[in-house]
């Protein structure tokens, strides 16, 4: 990809539509908060996050032991849940309009994944609640093409080739065509 990410983000809204990209949609997200540290500041996050998605929250634990930082190997330092495509799409909106329909080119991997956060959980439409306090979220898109099963089915799983995977490209000229409304012609997302 020897493109500069204005000349591709030019291209893309120039495209014709003979030039149109496999079916590409959301396959799933996860929303997380990382505190660094348990204890009841991690219990007052997943408070936080199942009030955002109405699910029950996941811990995640340290996978190794960092002496300056307080942390042991398996202590609990994080919370997650993981999405469906409608409110994973319901929660990149309301993320996108926070952040103006504008991202930036890192946000965007070459491995299918875009991801986005905030800095206050209060910006999504609640109210500040002493008790609970403020936290910022991480939002993780990973997006398929039809056929991704075949690597994860129990009965002949099989790798998928090169034009099955999503690219980066096409991850962009999906962000795009998706919120074309709202998405500046400018130099960045």
């Known amino acids: 990809m020897n493109k500069s990410f204005t000349q591709l983000i030019q291209e893309i809204h120039h495209r014709e539509p003979n030039k149109i990209f496999g079916n590409v949609t959301i396959s799933r997200s996860t929303l ?32 190794t032991t960092i002496k300056s930082f307080g942390i042991r190997k398996g202590e609990y330092i994080s919370c997650y849940c993981t999405l469906t495509p409608k409110k994973t799409f319901l929660l990149l909106f309301k993320f996108l309009k926070l952040k103006n329909f504008i991202l930036k080119e890192s946000s965007f991997s070459f491995n299918s994944t875009f991801g986005l956060g905030i800095k206050d959980h209060l910006d999504l439409g609640f109210s500040y609640s002493q008790s609970l306090g403020i936290q910022g979220l991480n939002l993780n898109v990973l997006l398929k093409k039809p056929g991704e099963r075949i690597r994860y089915r129990k009965k002949m799983k099989r790798k998928i080739g090169c034009k099955q995977r999503v690219k980066k490209e096409e991850l962009l000229y999906w962000f795009v065509q998706t919120f074309q409304e709202y998405v500046p012609k400018t130099d960045s997302i």
């Open 32 to 63: 997380s908060i990382e505190v660094g540290k348990s204890g009841n500041l991690l219990y007052k996050s997943a408070k936080i996050l199942k009030k955002v998605t109405s699910q029950i929250p996941c811990f995640g634990k340290a996978k």
